[in-house]
Structures are given as C-alpha cells and as structure tokens.
C-alpha cells in the first residue's frame, strides 16, 4: 500500500513510487531516468527515425564546461517522469511547467545542483536542436529551430539499451 499524498503516484521501471505532484528528492533514481529517457523518442516522434532525449542529454552533457556537465546530463530529467510534452502544446497547459519544475528541482536537489538550469546549458540545447532537426526533421530548418547557431556536430541516432548504458555511465563519471 502507498501513503497517501497528492495527486496520483507513476510506478517506476525500478520498482518505485514517483509522485508527479509531491516530487521528493528521495524518491528519484538514476535508473528510473535512464532507462525513460533511453526509450522516449524527441520531437514527439515525429522525426525520420527513432532517435532518443536520452542520447540528446548525453550530446548536451558533452558540449558543456565540465562544471555544467551534469546539468546537460539532467536538464530533460523531468520528462522520465513527465514525458516530452512539445513545447507548443506546454504552453497551452496551465500549471505544467510547475509540475515539470517540481520534478526537476526534486532531481536537481538528488543530486546535488542548484535550480534552475543554467543559461549556458540552455544555449548548448538549443544549438544541439538545431543539428538535431537538420538531421531528423523533415523540411527543417524551421522558424523554431533557427533560434540559434548549431554546433556542426553529427547526430546519429541509437539504439535504447545503447542509450541508457551510455546516460548510466557517464552520470557516474561525472558524480563520483
């Protein structure tokens, strides 16, 4: 039996309880975020192939300074337990953002980072968007993607076991 607290509680790939609306620091695992983010696809799915927001926080995480790594690693945490909403249809969801902003400060505080992301780390995403869509957007770029420079890097999509490994492995590189 679950406690009781508010709203309703997701059941996690480890075996957890995770309330979207009570987010506690205690109860957010590494695990849990790598393997969602592993199997959720950017873009809503919409792109030319499956292509995961785990492998995209992984290439964020590379572009940062070292002292922003995790940061990049962590900056979409929120969607494991959230899922990707597109942007335009977040805009139309009143209190969402302070959901997702619980979420990630619950994360944020697990492991050590301060909230919110820094605004370095949301250039690098952005510039990582752009390459993204120029790759697995059809028809891009787009108004939306031009809002910055990409970085000119390769994006080449993989596969979900691949992903996690990769997410698992680097946060502990750069946590330990």
Not at 61 to 85: F, I, N, Q, T, W
Not at 139 to 147: D, H, I, K, L, Q
Request: proline fraction near 7%.
């Amino acid at each position: 039996m679950t406690q009781q607290r508010p709203g309703y509680w997701i059941d996690t790939y480890t075996g957890h309880y995770f309330w979207v609306l009570d987010p506690k620091p205690e109860e957010v695992y590494i695990r849990d975020i790598a393997h969602a983010l592993s199997l959720m696809c950017r873009f809503n799915g919409l792109c030319s192939e499956f292509y995961s927001i785990g492998q995209h926080s992984i290439i964020v995480s590379d572009h940062c300074p070292r002292e922003l790594k995790l940061y990049g690693l962590l900056h979409d945490a929120a969607e494991a337990y959230v899922s990707d909403v597109p942007t335009p249809v977040k805009k139309c969801l009143p209190g969402f953002k302070e959901i997702e902003d619980g979420i990630l400060r619950a994360i944020f505080q697990r492991y050590g980072l301060d909230f919110p992301i820094p605004i370095e780390v949301k250039r690098i995403d952005k510039s990582v968007l752009n390459d993204e869509a120029k790759v697995l957007m059809p028809g891009a770029p787009r108004v939306w993607v031009t809002e910055s420079e990409g970085l000119g890097i390769e994006i080449v999509p993989k596969e979900p076991k691949e992903v996690e490994k990769e997410f698992l492995q680097k946060f502990y590189e750069l946590t330990s």
